[in-house]
């Protein structure tokens, strides 16, 4: 558990970002910590490194292993996200002036967002934009569809889903309890 400093720079970041309290009380979301240790879990091809908490690292490495086996090439595209990092992505589309209803279908606040704990991946395969809609369209997320839950992942942001982010099939969150 991290500190009540941890909280009070959550909500001096929200305040800075202009994001009411009461809109993310409406939206019903979850607060998440930021993870402490840290791995890399993959490097890109810009030599850029994936960090994830050791148990989520693990579980990508064998579920990546098992689709490569398949034929199914899984890329990260995104994982661990600190809080600066997170008003930096807010800020941005402040910057494009979207309205923060609307930022908040796209991007969880800082302090929000699944990206902060070290469990959540955002996934692609080669061929596709990364983090784009037509992922779904791809093997590598039926592949995940089918095979991700043995693994402990799950798919956080459905069509429809209950926290009101757009449907995200390249996002997925180790929940732990996969069977490799």
């Known amino acids: 558990m991290q500190s009540h400093a941890y909280r009070q720079r959550i909500i001096l970041a929200l305040e800075a970002l202009g994001i009411p309290g009461e ?6 979301l979850p607060f998440y910590e930021e993870a402490r240790e840290l791995v890399t879990a993959e490097t890109d ?8 908490v050791p148990d989520a690292a693990q579980a990508w490495w064998s579920m990546k ?5 398949e034929g199914v090439v899984l890329e990260i595209v995104s994982a661990f996200r600190g809080v600066e990092r ?10 494009r002036d979207m309205p923060m209803e609307t930022i908040l279908t796209l991007s969880a606040p800082p302090g929000y967002s699944e990206h902060h704990t070290g469990r959540a991946i955002d996934i692609n395969t080669p061929g ?6 037509p992922f779904e369209d791809t093997e590598a997320f039926r592949w995940l569809c089918r095979h991700a ?8 942001y459905p069509r429809d889903n209950a926290l009101g982010f757009i449907h995200e099939p390249w996002h997925w969150c180790y929940q732990a309890g996969g069977v490799g």
């Open 45 to 52: 091809a810009s030599n850029r490194e994936h960090l994830l």
């Open 23 to 28: 809109l993310i009380a409406r939206k019903n």
């Open 65 to 69: 292993d098992a689709a490569q086996e």
């Open 128 to 133: 596709c934009e990364p983090t784009e809609a």
């Open 86 to 95: 997170q008003i930096e992505i807010i800020r941005a589309k402040i910057a």
């Open 149 to 156: 839950d043995r693994f402990g992942f799950t798919l956080s």
